[in-house]
């Protein structure tokens, strides 16, 4: 009995160890999700890359693939303060689905990797059909250093695609444009008012009563925002029956909601140099900079970039203390004590954010602010609407 005992105290010892021993040897994650876009032939994309890790990564490696007949590589735009970031392009070598495929790659040093990491840059083809074309991530090496020397991450990854819209006619109205906007996990998605038509958004008769969008189901949150919105002309879905909730939205389209439900316009032409004069962003974005509320980096504005949450609200704050619109704000501490990712936040939009959140018109999710993360159209039409209430 006691042997019995003894061998079966042993292996349980033993089984125990191994599972301890498998739970500690798991390796950490890495979470790189490649956006998904929309353009017509002959437009520029630009394509996210977000990466989340809760560890800090000494070398970061991401290739992805694309179709060389569809897009033509221009850049990868990395983030200022995601490391010392290198990227490259290797277009021809590989055959994938049939298709001559195109290899971008982008690669870090002392990474913090949290939100996004950059964008690649296509210019899609002229005379391509109109169909959606993956971007595919094929490799990701992740690297952190511990205690026990380097530890390699294991990598989760959502692959993104470039959906191409028919090209406009020569009247510059779309033929046979989408109407589901741009659609994918981390996609651009416009969002803007009820005349815009150019943004992939469609005019619904309302009748007077609430759109019957059909995908707000988790969005309890949100949804009493949306459909008032909705109705009174303010927001539009992307279709008759969806609002597409967890889409993201271009910085330029943000632009164009913010300066017309101030009644905003420009008085000069004088933009920033990567707007161009005849695009359907141009008015607004001149009339936000001739007023001080989007002020880019050196004459830049990267208009077709998804807009960050810290984005936002600091072009939010700019516009309601222009118009002296800003609500009282008391101070109560409670900001600093709410959040564990202020550090987070850039420093020019530390004060904006906080002076939002006291004020109601922003909140957090989960104990955090999430500056870094992209503006989503569910959280825009919430802050439109606390807009919407405090100037009308």
Same mark, same amino acid.
């Given at each position: 009995?006691?042997?019995?005992?003894?061998?079966?105290?042993?292996?349980?010892?033993?089984?125990?160890?191994?599972?301890?021993?498998?739970?500690?040897?798991?390796?950490?994650?890495?979470?790189?999700?490649?956006?998904?876009?929309?353009?017509?032939?002959?437009?520029?994309?630009?394509?996210?890359?977000?990466?989340?890790?809760?560890?800090?990564?000494?070398?970061?490696?991401?290739?992805?693939?694309?179709?060389?007949?569809?897009?033509?590589?221009?850049?990868?735009?990395?983030?200022?303060?995601?490391?010392?970031?290198?990227?490259?392009?290797?277009?021809?070598?590989?055959?994938?689905?049939?298709?001559?495929?195109?290899?971008?790659?982008?690669?870090?040093?002392?990474?913090?990797?949290?939100?996004?990491?950059?964008?690649?840059?296509?210019?899609?083809?002229?005379?391509?059909?109109?169909?959606?074309?993956?971007?595919?991530?094929?490799?990701?090496?992740?690297?952190?250093?511990?205690?026990?020397?380097?530890?390699?991450?294991?990598?989760?990854?959502?692959?993104?695609?470039?959906?191409?819209?028919?090209?406009?006619?020569?009247?510059?109205?779309?033929?046979?444009?989408?109407?589901?906007?741009?659609?994918?996990?981390?996609?651009?998605?416009?969002?803007?008012?009820?005349?815009?038509?150019?943004?992939?958004?469609?005019?619904?008769?309302?009748?007077?009563?609430?759109?019957?969008?059909?995908?707000?189901?988790?969005?309890?949150?949100?949804?009493?925002?949306?459909?008032?919105? #909705? +109705?009174?002309?303010? /927001?539009?879905?992307?279709?008759?029956?969806? *609002? $597409? !909730?967890?889409?993201? @939205? =271009? &910085?330029?389209?943000?632009?164009?909601?913010?300066?017309?439900?101030?009644?905003?316009?420009?008085?000069?032409?004088?933009?920033?140099?990567?707007?161009?004069?005849?695009?359907?962003?141009?008015?607004?974005?001149?009339? #936000? +900079?001739?007023?001080? /509320?989007?002020?880019?980096?050196?004459?830049? *504005? $990267? !208009?077709?970039?998804? @807009? =960050? &949450?810290?984005?936002?609200?600091?072009?939010?704050?700019?516009?309601?203390?222009?118009?002296?619109?800003?609500?009282?704000?008391?101070?109560?501490?409670?900001?600093?004590?709410?959040?564990?990712?202020?550090?987070?936040?850039?420093?020019?939009?530390?004060?904006?954010?906080?002076?939002?959140?006291?004020?109601?018109?922003?909140?957090?999710?989960?104990?955090?602010?999430?500056?870094?993360?992209?503006?989503?159209?569910?959280?825009?039409?919430?802050?439109?609407?606390?807009?919407?209430?405090?100037?009308?």
């Amino acid at each position: 009995m006691k042997k019995t005992f003894s061998i079966l105290l042993a292996l349980f010892m033993l089984v125990s160890v191994c599972a301890f021993a498998a739970e500690a040897d798991e390796a950490p994650v890495i979470k790189v999700t490649v956006g998904s876009v929309s353009g017509e032939a002959g437009e520029m994309v630009t394509v996210p890359v977000n990466v989340e890790s809760d560890l800090p990564l000494n070398h970061l490696v991401i290739r992805v693939t694309y179709d060389m007949n569809v897009l033509e590589y221009i850049e990868y735009a990395a983030i200022a303060d995601k490391g010392d970031i290198k990227f490259e392009a290797m277009n021809g070598g590989l055959n994938v689905e049939k298709s001559l495929a195109g290899l971008a790659a982008a690669s870090a040093t002392n990474v913090e990797a949290k939100g996004l990491f950059g964008n690649f840059r296509f210019n899609i083809k002229e005379n391509v059909s109109a169909d959606v074309y993956p971007v595919k991530v094929i490799y990701v090496l992740a690297e952190s250093d511990s205690e026990n020397g380097k530890v390699e991450l294991t990598a989760q990854n959502t692959d993104g695609a470039v959906t191409v819209t028919a090209a406009a006619d020569e009247d510059g109205k779309s033929s046979g444009r989408s109407s589901s906007g741009r659609s994918g996990n981390g996609s651009v998605a416009p969002i803007t008012v009820v005349d815009k038509d150019e943004s992939g958004e469609k005019d619904i008769a309302t009748d007077g009563e609430a759109p019957a969008f059909t995908d707000l189901g988790g969005y309890d949150w949100a949804k009493d925002y949306i459909l008032p919105l #909705a +109705k009174d002309g303010i /927001i539009k879905g992307t279709s008759s029956e969806t *609002f $597409s !909730p967890a889409n993201n @939205i =271009t &910085r330029a389209d943000f632009i164009v909601l913010l300066t017309r439900l101030f009644g905003i316009e420009a008085e000069s032409k004088e933009s920033f140099e990567d707007i161009p004069s005849e695009a359907y962003y141009a008015e607004a974005v001149a009339a #936000a +900079k001739e007023n001080g /509320i989007a002020q880019g980096a050196d004459n830049k *504005f $990267s !208009p077709l970039d998804p @807009i =960050t &949450r810290e984005q936002m609200i600091a072009l939010v704050y700019r516009t309601l203390e222009k118009f002296e619109k800003l609500p009282e704000i008391t101070d109560n501490g409670e900001f600093e004590k709410s959040f564990t990712d202020l550090d987070d936040i850039s420093g020019y939009a530390f004060e904006n954010v906080k002076a939002l959140n006291n004020a109601g018109i922003i909140a957090g999710s989960n104990g955090k602010i999430n500056p870094k993360g992209f503006a989503t159209r569910a959280e825009t039409a919430v802050i439109i609407s606390r807009i919407n209430n405090i100037i009308k």
